[in-house]
């Protein structure tokens, strides 16, 4: 049988700046480049100060994705590289130059640029006003926002304002602000921690909307592109049949999928009812009126601007898991954090499920679920636009370094799973984009994981890259536009 998609098939490979750029001392600090240099929260002490060096290899990286025959390569811009402080007020035009040049490069090679404006790495000097929290942070979003529609909108096409809102909202706040050592008062630090995500959320739901008007209205008509954003997506099977299950798999998928996608791509916009209803209760069971949950209300302004602004939903699509209700001693323990506890949910994972990227990594095989979740989004939310904006796996720790030939079998089989979606389900999947280009600094796994179809040599002073067995295998894929 072959697996051929159809004609016109986006295939791209993807970075993010501060897991490859290095040159960490000519750029302004991200709260990545502060957190990896406190002792203890990276598991092998590394940090992205150099990472792949991808800053000073430009025409080396844009060989070896051209190699690849991409027709697209997302990457994202450093927010503090092109604006040091985070303000408009100072501009880098080094960093500016940089991510032309690379539009320019890729562009000469065929191959259309996919930016992301904000992949995690947030400008420590607004952090440090706040960040998220911050009353200007959704004009702080813009103002970086249409910089980059103004400085390199002639070259690109398509543009993801987020990569992940609920995984920088989630645990981006909570973990990497520190917040949990800040403040003496537990009763108030507690507070705090629980209603904050749902405001960080609120306030990256709102800069990407008022980001796509403003492309809408400025640039759109002259350079014609497209803006999307990228939602992390694991897909939930009940852990049992128990109608206790099966609501938790539900709520799972609700506050991590639909909590962003819903004020977005459904017709009526907003936060989805299941979810405002459960924090509602939540409420009054803590003698709070209903208008005092922790979630936040758009204004009918607000939600119409928020509501219709992407052009596609990219997905992150990697695993899924078995979903159970929480117990009654787990609701009410701190070892789970605040949003399991609201929403009333633990993810597991089967026993049985095919483990990849060796026994303590996170990964899993579970292709099968690709299209219950892109069925889901075609269902709930008019088939929209999707474009898997990553997927791929870390090599096994014991596999030969340039022989991934689990790489290759995980990819394979998603790209079979995704065809079915397409072909059999009829989902409006529009591209797929394998997750890495380079070996490459993952977060807190530092080093200790690599996603890469090229190798990196972290020891050679050159960063030397070598092409994986993955390097021709995905370029056969995407020569015959499939299996
Ligand atoms: C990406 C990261 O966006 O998500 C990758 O930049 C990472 O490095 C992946 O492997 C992890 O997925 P998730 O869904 O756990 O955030």
């Known amino acids: 049988m072959e697996w051929r998609f159809p004609k016109g098939f986006a295939w791209s490979c993807a970075t993010s700046a501060y897991q490859v750029e290095g040159a960490c001392d000519e ?23 150099v990472a792949c060096d991808s ?35 100072d501009v880098n035009e080094a960093g500016v130059r940089y991510y032309r040049q690379l539009c320019e490069k890729l562009v000469e090679n065929n191959i259309e640029p996919v930016i992301t404006l904000y992949h995690w790495d947030y400008p420590y000097e607004l952090e440090k006003r706040g960040g998220w929290l911050h009353p200007d942070a959704i004009q702080w979003f813009c103002d970086y926002a249409r910089l980059c529609f103004d400085k390199f909108g002639d070259l690109v096409k398509t543009w993801i304002t987020f990569n992940e809102i609920w995984m920088c909202a989630w645990t981006g706040t909570v973990t990497t602000a520190g917040l949990s050592d800040q403040s003496a008062d537990k009763a ?15 306030q990256m739901l709102l800069s990407h909307g008022r980001a796509y008007r403003i492309y809408e209205n400025e640039f759109r008509e002259k350079q014609k592109g497209q803006v999307g954003i990228t939602m992390s997506a694991k897909w939930r099977e009940p852990a049992s049949d128990s109608p206790d299950d099966i609501r938790a798999a539900q709520d799972g998928l609700c506050w991590q999928l639909d909590w962003i996608a819903h004020p977005i791509f459904s017709t009526c ?7 405002r209803d459960r924090l509602n209760d939540l409420s009054i069971n803590e003698q709070r009126a209903n208008k005092d949950s922790i979630l936040p209300e758009f204004t009918d302004e607000e939600c119409n601007v928020v509501r219709g602004s992407a052009d596609f939903m990219g997905l992150n699509y ?8 929480l117990t009654e001693e787990e609701k009410n323990s701190e070892e789970l954090g605040w949003l399991f506890r609201d929403a009333d949910y633990c993810d597991t994972v089967d026993p049985s499920w095919e483990k990849i990227s060796g026994e303590k990594s996170w990964l899993h095989n579970t292709p099968w679920t690709l299209p219950k979740i892109l069925c889901y989004i075609r269902n709930k939310y008019n088939n929209p636009k999707v474009l898997i904006t990553e997927n791929g796996c870390a ?8 022989e991934d030939n689990a790489r290759i079998k995980y990819c394979e089989d998603h790209l079979k ?27 807190t796994n530092g080093y200790t994981m690599k996603f890469g179809m090229y190798h990196v040599d972290f020891n050679d002073p050159d960063l030397r890259r070598t092409p994986k067995k993955s390097v021709s295998w995905y370029a056969d894929v995407i020569r015959n536009n499939g299996l």
């Open 27 to 49: 750029k302004g600090q991200s709260v990545w480049d502060v957190f990896t240099h406190r002792p203890g929260n990276v598991i092998d002490g590394s940090n992205g100060d």
């Open 55 to 89: 800053y000073h290899h430009l025409e080396e990286d844009v060989q070896l994705i051209a190699a690849i025959g991409v027709s697209h390569y997302r990457f994202s811009v450093a927010w503090s590289r092109v604006l040091p402080n985070g303000t408009i007020n």
């Open 188 to 202: 108030s630090r507690e507070r705090c921690a629980r209603a904050i995500p749902y405001l960080v959320g609120h």
């Open 269 to 275: 916009g907003g936060y989805p009812k299941r979810m």
């Open 318 to 325: 990697y695993i899924s898991y078995k979903t159970r209700h």
């Open 395 to 402: 090599d096994h720790p014991e596999e030969v370094v340039l």
């Open 417 to 443: 799973a995704l065809h079915k979606a397409i072909t059999k389900d009829g989902c409006n999947v529009l591209g797929y984009t394998l997750w890495s280009l380079l070996d490459n600094f993952e977060w």
